[in-house]
T-cell receptor
Framework: DVKVTQSSRYLVKRTGEKVFLECVQDMDHENMFWYRQDPGLGLRLIYF???????EKGDIPEGYSVSREKKERFSLILESASTNQTSMYLC???????????????FGPGTRLTVT | KQEVTQIPAALSVPEGENLVLNCSFTDSAIYNLQWFRQDPGKGLTSLLLIQSSQREQTSGRLNASLDKSSGRSTLYIAASQPGDSATYLC??????????FGTGTRLQVTL
């Protein structure tokens, strides 16, 4: 069974803390994505990666960075958390690399982050 | 910039009714369109993926259609059940797996 897991379902952090959100997929997918989901705004792409060590900015990368040292793991980093980063964070993965768009995206269960 | 709109934002129907959810997008240059289901507080579950060269896809009681030239897709749910209650999201892929999402239709199926 296809599986994308995220390290935490709920997380509470203080303003200014460095926050790590981890995502692991067991499907040998090349592509991995981080989104945030906010009421009224829908899902917005933060960063994505087509391969190990590769990363590209999505639509709202400000305040975030990512790391992909192994194919199965994609980490989202909030260098200095702020209250406007309180949100639901969703990780996804798919096959295909940077050229193919023929495959479904599989999502993790999400991490609800609250920054106080 | 691609924009995806879903109408209606919310819908309530009695059990057993057939229903249609709508999705429209502004840029017809897409690779595929995907429909997802999201239960409250959970991640997204993929329901159907339609490639740009296809007109429709079916899975059980679900049928999704795509009219790329007019920028429209519909998700048809037959014989709705209370377990179908969820938010349904459509997303278009315009550039190598980068999805643009609509804000969803929240469906409630009542007994």
């Amino acid at each position: 069974d296809v599986k994308v897991t995220q390290s935490s379902r709920y997380l509470v952090k203080r303003t200014g803390e460095k926050v790590f959100l981890e995502c692991v997929q067991d499907m040998d997918h090349e592509n991995m994505f981080w989104y945030r989901q906010d009421p009224g705004l829908g899902l917005r792409l933060i960063y994505f990666s087509y391969d190990v060590k590769m990363k590209e900015k999505g639509d709202i990368p400000e305040g975030y960075s990512v790391s992909r040292e192994k194919k199965e793991r994609f980490s989202l980093i909030l260098e200095s958390a702020s209250t406007n980063q309180t949100s639901m964070y969703l990780c996804a993965s798919t096959s295909g690399g940077s050229h193919a768009s023929y495959y479904e995206q599989y999502f993790g269960p999400g991490t609800r982050l609250t920054v106080t | 910039k691609q924009e995806v709109t879903q109408i209606p934002a919310a819908l309530s129907v009695p059990e057993g009714e057939n229903l249609v959810l709508n999705c429209s997008f502004t840029d017809s240059a897409i690779y595929n369109l995907q429909w997802f289901r999201q239960d409250p507080g959970k991640g997204l579950t993929s329901l159907l993926l339609i490639q740009s060269s296809q007109r429709e896809q079916t899975s059980g009681r679900l049928n999704a259609s795509l009219d790329k030239s007019s920028g429209r897709s519909t998700l048809y749910i037959a014989a709705s059940q209370p377990g179908d209650s969820a938010t349904y999201l459509c997303a278009v892929d315009g550039t190598a797996s980068k999805l643009t999402f609509g804000t969803g239709t929240r469906l409630q199926v009542t007994l």
